[in-house]
């Protein structure tokens, strides 16, 4: 469902102090200097624009200017030549490798290695751009649907509104929030003040599915945790008790685990080490020792999975006060539970096109590398065979590698026209690609037709992601 555009809006942005009060007094006259200063209105939004894309412009010449020379001088006669041109390219950027020369032949083998060592620099600063959580400004959000058009301007989410049958009021109003708020934060506070939910399984990896909330949710503001693009809420917890064997005793919190959906965490876990909590009594609360880290599954269709937390069964208070009276209370919550989520994130999503009529067709994108390697018969269907290879691929290839089948492959005949895989095969793994035999109905036709293009869509990069977590006022049994 597309929303109507969204006006333009500016944001104000308060100072906070330490105890959560404006900073008011001095803050006032900073913002009365620079007033005064500066002049006059501000600029119209046509001007900013011309003058942003002239100074877009400007960095553009500059870095085709120097990017060849600082290249160049990677093969200086001198270290510090060599090291200055090496810094040089890294504080450029990403930016800097549409400017790299494309024949690099008179280069040294030293000089290849440290723009290796560069180009590999850029990728993960372009991914950690990237994977930058997002940020809603609601601060002039009235209504729902322009409180929903907000977070798909800032995420790249769309919403169905209609998953549930009758149409959801888009006009109905919300208090916005003071303060600019993450992916999640921004969801839950519409849904709370709009009394709807998501349901999961009526999306996808664009889109999330609005349903009316059922009556006894409870707020999902109130009941989550957040921490990075994840969102993590309890939902059961479960103690067991063993008399004949107390090691087999134990506390296990069921929890839910949600994420932005254009970015599916591979090989999403959850390490035992750090995992540690506090009773309100006081009492430590450990982990079982149940293995390294608890596997979550993922999907790019679900953006959501469900696992548990093993904890070790607190021990009963039984002693009593020093008056004699009745025995203190045995604990009721958990004040407090930390830990950390541990994954590799994906970076910009790309289109790899190919075509079939081409002699062993290729093409890169940042990390990752998409080539044909053949077309055969495999009557009365054809097997286009694909190689797909990642650099620096760190252990997204290893155990992890469902999310490089689930990506998008098609042709594309020369009319537009879509054709879509029936099958695959993998016919290849190692630490850095697979490769993987896609079978398809040419129409009887023993070639496609010339200008056929192979299509495959995926992240191009990938990024070792680590976040901490912290869960309070969980309920005990």
Not at 52 to 79: F, K, R
């Amino acid at each position: 469902m597309k929303l109507p555009p969204k006006p333009e809006t500016t944001v104000s942005v308060v100072s906070i102090n330490p105890t959560g009060r404006p900073r008011c007094g001095w803050l006032a006259i900073g913002l009365l200097l620079v007033f005064v200063f500066v002049g006059g209105p501000r600029p119209r939004p046509g001007m900013a624009q011309d003058a942003g894309d002239i100074e877009a412009e400007s960095v553009e010449e500059d870095l085709a200017t120097n990017v060849p020379v600082w290249v160049a001088e990677l093969d200086a006669p001198t270290a510090q030549a060599r090291r200055s041109a090496e810094q040089r390219l890294i504080q450029a950027g990403p930016k800097a490798a549409s400017f790299v020369p494309v024949v690099l032949d008179h280069l040294s083998i030293d000089a290849r290695q440290r723009l290796e060592r560069i180009q590999t620099r850029w990728r993960s600063s372009k991914t950690l751009d990237e994977l930058e959580t997002t940020v809603v400004n609601l601060q002039k959000a009235e209504t729902l649907g322009e409180a929903l058009e907000a977070i798909s301007t800032a995420s790249g989410i769309e919403f169905d509104t209609n998953a549930a049958g009758p149409t959801v009021d888009l006009t109905r109003k919300i208090r916005p929030p003071a303060l600019p708020l993450g992916f999640w934060p921004a969801i839950d506070n519409v849904l709370d003040q709009t009394d709807l939910d998501i349901n999961f399984y009526g999306g996808d990896r664009t889109t999330l599915a609005l349903v009316p909330r059922s009556e006894d949710r409870l707020s999902r503001s109130d009941s989550a945790a957040y921490a990075g693009i994840y969102r993590l809420e309890p939902t059961i917890v479960t103690a067991r008790r063993v008399l004949g064997s107390p090691l087999q005793s134990g506390l296990n919190i069921t929890m839910t685990i949600s994420w932005q959906p254009n970015r599916t965490p591979i090989g999403l876990t959850i390490p035992i080490a750090p995992l540690q909590g506090q009773l309100d009594t006081g009492t430590k609360l450990l982990p079982q020792a149940s293995g390294e880290s608890i596997d979550v599954a993922t999907t790019t269709e679900i953006a959501q999975s469900q696992f548990y937390l093993p904890l070790q069964l607190p021990p009963r208070r039984l002693e009593r006060d020093a008056r004699g009276g009745d025995a203190k209370p045995d604990a009721s919550e958990i004040v407090r539970l930390t830990g950390e989520i541990s994954a590799l994130l994906p970076g910009e999503r790309r289109k790899f096109e190919l075509r079939l009529d081409e002699v062993a067709p290729s093409k890169q994108y940042d990390a990752m590398t998409v080539a044909i390697e053949s077309i055969r018969q495999n009557e009365p269907l054809h097997e286009v065979r694909v190689g797909v290879e990642l650099d620096n691929a760190d252990r997204s290839l290893e155990s992890h590698r469902q999310w490089i089948y689930e990506n998008e492959a098609y042709l594309e005949m020369p009319d537009g026209t879509r054709v879509d895989h029936l099958g695959y095969e993998v016919f290849r793994q190692t630490a850095s690609g697979v490769g993987i035999g896609y079978l398809f109905d040419f129409g009887g036709s023993d070639t496609p037709p010339p200008g056929t293009k192979l299509i495959y869509e995926s992240p191009t990069s990938v990024i070792k992601n680590v976040v901490p977590f912290i869960l309070n006022g969980i309920p005990l049994p």
